[in-house]
T-cell receptor, first 114, second 109 residues
Framework: NAGVTQTPKFQVLKTGQSMTLQCAQD?????MYWYRQDPGMGLRLIYY???????DKGEVPNGYNVSRLNKREFSLRLESAAPSQTSVYFC?????????????FGDGTRLSIL | GEDVEQSLFLSVREGDSSVINCTYT??????LYWYKQEPGAGLQLLTY?????DMKQDQRLTVLLNKKDKHLSLRIADTQTGDSAIYFC?????????FGAGTRLTVKP
């Protein structure tokens, strides 16, 4: 039972490079999320997709784009990476975007931008 | 304040009880969650409590909710070395999830 799978697990980029972080879930969940985790801070929501075909900005969307490719997959793209985007990125999913639906997390992508 | 607040560190001895505290922001929060994060892993849901409850117990875990003070706590009985991790408190407001910065629990033998 894979749950939420993120690739890659680690990545080092140079400033200005672009890359896409991949996320897939096998729980038939409707809602998916991208967060970043920085030291001493809680998770901050970058973007979410409440259902297939929709995406919305979260708390810190600048510098990122997302694509809900299908119900299973939700990707996060950095078009021109900046050192401030060095972070650990988590993808999560939930059955629906309601308060009583807990989110299930992947193991994270550790991204360093030099 | 506007942040979900937790103390950053807690150290206990194996076999003792651990109590991790959290102050959340919004009295209209419907659900409050505790997640556990082990090194190199994502967040794992431990338990959650609906806002009309005062307490929830699940094996070694006890969650207490004080709505008046917007205070949530997680008690781990008979703490084991395997409980060493970061524990995140989170609140659900209008379908958004807001997380605290996490409390790093260290369990000493």
């Amino acid at each position: 039972n894979a749950g939420v799978t993120q690739t890659p697990k680690f990545q080092v980029l140079k400033t200005g490079q672009s890359m896409t972080l991949q996320c897939a879930q096998d729980m038939n969940h409707n809602s998916m999320y991208w967060y970043r985790q920085d030291p001493g801070m809680g998770l901050r929501l970058i973007y979410y997709s409440a259902s297939e075909g929709t995406t919305d900005k979260g708390e810190v969307p600048n510098g990122y784009n997302v694509s809900r490719l299908n119900k299973r997959e939700f990707s996060l793209r950095l078009e021109s990476a900046a050192p401030s985007q060095t972070s650990v990125y988590f993808c999560a999913s939930s059955e629906a975007r309601w308060g009583n639906q807990p989110q299930h997390f992947g193991d994270g992508t550790r991204l360093s931008i030099l | 304040g506007e942040d979900v607040e937790q103390s950053l560190f807690l150290s206990v001895r194996e076999g003792d009880s651990s109590v991790i505290n959290c102050t959340y922001t919004d009295s209209s929060s419907t659900y409050l969650y505790w997640y556990k994060q082990e090194p190199g892993a994502g967040l794992q849901l431990l338990t959650y409590i609906f806002s009309n409850m005062d307490m929830k117990q699940d094996q070694r875990l006890t969650v207490l909710l004080n709505k008046k003070d917007k205070h949530l706590s997680l008690r781990i009985a008979d703490t084991q070395t395997g409980d060493s991790a970061i524990y995140f408190c989170a609140e659900s407001i209008n379908n958004d999830m807001r997380f605290g910065a996490g409390t790093r629990l260290t369990v000493k033998p």
